[in-house]
C-alpha cells in the first residue's frame, strides 16, 4: 500500500499535483481543505464553525480534521493506497495519523514536499482568487496570515517526517509536468 503525504505552504501546488498523481498511482485523494469546503457547503454544523476560522486564514482544530479523516480511512478500507493532501498540518495531526494508519498495520511511505517561495506564493494565491470564490485568496493579509500559520504551526510537521527517514523535497517553481515528472519519481523510490 502506498501512502502519499503531499505537503508544502498554501499555494504550493499540493491540489494541482494530487489530480495528476491520483490519475497515475490510483490512490484515493484525501484532500482536508476540500473536504471541509465540502461541509460548508452543505452547511453542516461543523462547516459553519470551519468557515469562520477558514474566513481568516486560520487552522481549523485538530479534533475536526483528525475525525474526518478517521472517517474516510474507515470509508476507504481496501484502497490501494491514499495521498493525504494538506493533512497533516501541525504534529498532533501527524502524530494522529500515524497512530490511526497503524491500526491498520499501514504507515507513511512517503511525505513529498514542494518548496516555494512566498512571493511566487502570494502572486498565485491572488491569481486563483479571481476565479476560485475562495473566500481565503481574497487579499494579501489573509494570504500572509495563512503563510504564517504554515510557519509557526506546520513546518515542524516536516522535520517529524524527516526524523524518520521519510521526507523528499521539491522545487515546486516550474513547469507543472517537470514537477509532476519528479514526484513520480519520489513515489516510485519509496
Ligand atoms: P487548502 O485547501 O489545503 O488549500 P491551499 O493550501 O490553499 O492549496 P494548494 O497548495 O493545494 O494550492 P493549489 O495546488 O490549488 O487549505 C485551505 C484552508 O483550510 C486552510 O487555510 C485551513 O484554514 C483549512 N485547513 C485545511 N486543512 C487543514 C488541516 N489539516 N488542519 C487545519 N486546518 C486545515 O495551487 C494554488 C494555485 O497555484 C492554483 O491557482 C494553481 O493553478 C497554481 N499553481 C499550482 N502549481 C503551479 C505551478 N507549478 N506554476 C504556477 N502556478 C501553479
Redesign the pocket.
Known amino acids: 500500500m502506498l501512502n502519499l503525504i503531499l505537503f508544502?505552504?498554501?499555494?504550493?501546488?499540493?491540489?494541482?499535483?494530487?489530480e495528476k498523481i491520483i490519475a497515475k498511482y490510483n490512490l484515493i485523494h484525501l484532500?482536508?481543505?476540500?473536504l471541509?469546503?465540502s461541509e460548508i457547503q452543505a452547511g453542516t454544523e461543523l462547516g459553519l464553525k470551519?468557515k469562520t476560522?477558514?474566513d481568516q486564514?486560520?487552522?481549523?482544530?485538530?479534533e475536526?480534521?483528525i475525525g474526518m479523516i478517521d472517517n474516510k480511512l474507515k470509508e476507504h478500507r481496501s484502497a490501494a493506497g491514499f495521498i493525504f493532501?494538506?493533512?497533516?498540518?501541525?504534529v498532533k495531526?501527524a502524530e494522529a495519523l500515524d497512530n490511526l494508519l497503524a491500526s491498520y498495520n499501514e504507515s507513511i511511505s512517503v511525505m513529498v514536499a514542494?518548496s516555494v517561495n512566498d512571493d511566487?506564493l502570494l502572486a498565485?494565491?491572488l491569481?486563483?482568487g479571481k476565479t476560485?470564490g475562495?473566500p481565503?485568496?481574497q487579499n494579501e493579509e489573509l494570504i500572509a496570515k495563512?503563510i504564517q500559520?504554515y510557519n509557526s504551526k506546520t513546518k515542524p510537521v516536516a522535520d517529524y517526517y524527516q526524523e524518520q527517514g521519510k521526507f523528499v523535497a521539491i522545487n515546486?517553481?516550474?513547469?507543472?509536468d517537470s514537477?509532476f515528472g519528479e514526484i513520480s519519481g519520489a513515489i516510485e523510490a519509496a
Open positions: 508544502g505552504p498554501p499555494g504550493a501546488g499540493k491540489g494541482t499535483q494530487s484532500s482536508t481543505g476540500d471541509l469546503r470551519a476560522l477558514m486564514g486560520i487552522l481549523v482544530p485538530d475536526v480534521v493532501d494538506g493533512f497533516p498540518r501541525t495531526q514542494l511566487e498565485r494565491l491569481n486563483r476560485s475562495r481565503d485568496d495563512r500559520e515546486g517553481i516550474g513547469e507543472i514537477i
